[in-house]
Nanobody, 129 residues
């Protein structure tokens, strides 16, 4: 049974930065695509970013492109989301997710929740104006 544990959330002023981490236990994440999603109050969970298992391919939602950076350290079994130039509209619970299928990169399909098999419990990010 895999567990994904997010950390690094908190309260930050607009324009500030945070780095989220997602650590896996019970299963390696090194051979699987990983993604970050977020869910604001009263809204559906939405895609933020995804990264291939090698770390060489990344994909971002338009709303965060140029501000957020997804990366991974397979030796540490951890995926990161560096968030810069944060805006109040970035306020949400952030979730990491794992595509547990061994397959080639599936591009824009990674926007969809259905492509992921395991989810963390989330970490709250609040951006004040």
């Amino acid at each position: 049974q895999v567990q994904l544990i997010e950390s690094g959330g908190g309260l930050v002023q607009a324009g500030g930065s945070l780095r989220l981490s997602c650590a896996a236990s019970g299963r390696t994440l090194s051979t699987y695509t990983m993604g970050w999603f977020r869910q604001a109050p009263g809204k559906e969970r939405e895609f933020v970013a995804a990264i291939s298992w090698t770390g060489t391919i990344v994909y971002y939602a338009e709303s965060v492109k140029g501000r957020f950076t997804i990366s991974r350290d397979n030796a540490k079994n951890t995926v990161y989301l560096l968030m810069n130039s944060l805006k109040p509209e970035d306020t949400a619970v952030y979730y990491c997710a794992q595509d547990a299928k061994i397959r080639s990169w599936s591009g824009s399909d990674y926007r969809y929740l259905r492509e992921y098999d395991y989810w963390g419990q989330g970490t709250q990010v609040t951006v004040s104006s």
